[in-house]
């Protein structure tokens, strides 16, 4: 019967490693596309002020910023205060598994049973992350229409 449950455990441990590497994949994915609409905003800005106001903020700027620092961009061009809203609750989970969720896979302690609760979490966080990808598409889109 410890074998079984070994086995379990290693099943599982194996299962929240690759749910937790594609959650970060996807907060990833969240800062590149913040970066896009940063991009296209900055450049459709300057387009519009056609040289009246010097305007010389690019993608660059942005580059290595993090995700906290990015939102706080975000949330001063675009008018959807829901998804900044959720912007700023991903930014804390994000957090948690980039320092702490990974030490999970450390902890002897851990049994099979909670293991399947974190997977079932991080499957939460990957929902959340794509209905974020989507809302920022749809963002860009507004912009790109005016």
Known sequence: MTDN??????????????????VLAGFQLIE???????????NMTRVLLNGRLYF??????????ALGRLTQVFSKLCANGPLVSDLRAVIKRRDH?????????YDEGITPQEYSQLIDELNIDMQRS???????????GKLRSE
């Open 5 to 22: 449950i070994d086995d379990l455990k290693k099943q599982g441990q194996q299962l929240y490693s690759r749910g937790a590497n594609q």
């Open 32 to 42: 590149e596309m913040l970066k896009s609409y940063l991009e296209l905003h900055f």
């Open 56 to 65: 010389e903020f690019r993608r660059e700027d942005y580059q290595d910023a």
């Open 97 to 105: 598994i980039a320092h702490r969720a990974l030490l999970k896979l």
């Open 130 to 140: 794509s209905d974020i990808m989507n809302r920022i598409v749809q963002e860009m």
